[in-house]
């Protein structure tokens, strides 16, 4: 199975707030993982890729649990523009896809 | 910036009809996909498509459904005969790297919405 779960949301938070986002993949046989976005009937883009040892750019801090099999998006200081679906990916051994997970959609307010 | 680029962007057609879905990958890519989202869903996996020849196809892309790369570099997909239920966005991507590495980045095209009637 390979499977990647996410709360759908909606987030709503204001401007400046700090908002985090879980996500759990099935399968121990993941391989890679991607934060992408997608605005509103628009295409999927690439965030951030997810690494061992977590990562941060600028406002967005992404983290890996392997032993747990969940990814974690935290996103500090939030801007209008950050209001979007957020898409959790995944990598599996072996396979040249990505299984995309449901999205969890986030609001950011004035 | 190099983008991929999808035509038509939207088409309507009658059920049983077929319909052929034109991207063009970005062009130093090796790794072409078409996946789909039918709207209010997730993206799901249609084929990838390496070293001309489909490397993996998922359990939608059935009998209906082919893929070619008919030249350096168009990349299609054709839906044979189309159901209601085939009413969805299809996105192309393409990717130098295979997705396995963290460096494995598609890109996606915007899309072409294909509406079945």
């Known amino acids: 199975r390979k499977e990647v779960e996410q709360d759908p949301g909606p987030f709503n938070v204001p401007e400046g707030a700090t908002v985090a986002f879980n996500c759990t993949y099935s399968?121990?046989?993941?391989?890679?993982f991607f934060w992408y976005r997608q605005d509103c009937r628009k295409e999927p883009k690439l965030l951030m890729s997810v690494y061992s040892s977590g990562n941060e750019d600028g406002r967005f801090t992404a983290q890996l649990n392997r032993a747990s099999q969940y990814i974690s998006l935290l996103i500090r200081d939030s801007k209008l523009s950050d209001s979007a679906t957020y898409l959790c990916?995944?990598?599996?051994?072996?396979?040249?896809?990505?299984?995309f997970g449901k999205g969890t959609m986030l609001l950011v307010s004035p | 910036e190099p983008e991929v680029t999808q035509t038509p962007s939207h088409q309507v057609t009658q059920m049983g009809q077929e319909v052929i879905l034109r991207c063009v990958p970005i062009?130093?890519?090796?790794?072409f996909y078409w996946y789909r989202q039918i709207l209010g869903q997730k993206v799901e996996f249609l084929v990838s498509?390496?070293?001309?020849?489909?490397?993996?196809k998922s359990e939608i892309f059935d009998d209906q459904f082919s893929v070619e790369r008919p030249d350096g570099s168009n990349f299609t997909l054709k839906i044979r005969s189309t159901k209601l239920e085939d009413s969805a966005m299809y996105f192309c991507a393409s990717s130098v790297l295979s997705p396995e590495l963290p460096t494995g980045e598609l890109f996606f095209g915007e899309g072409s919405r294909l509406t079945v009637l």
């Open positions: 498509f390496y070293n001309n020849e489909i490397s993996e």
């Open positions: 399968n121990s046989a993941s391989q890679s």
């Open positions: 990916v995944v990598s599996w051994k072996g396979y040249s896809t990505l299984t």
């Open positions: 062009s130093n890519h090796l790794y």
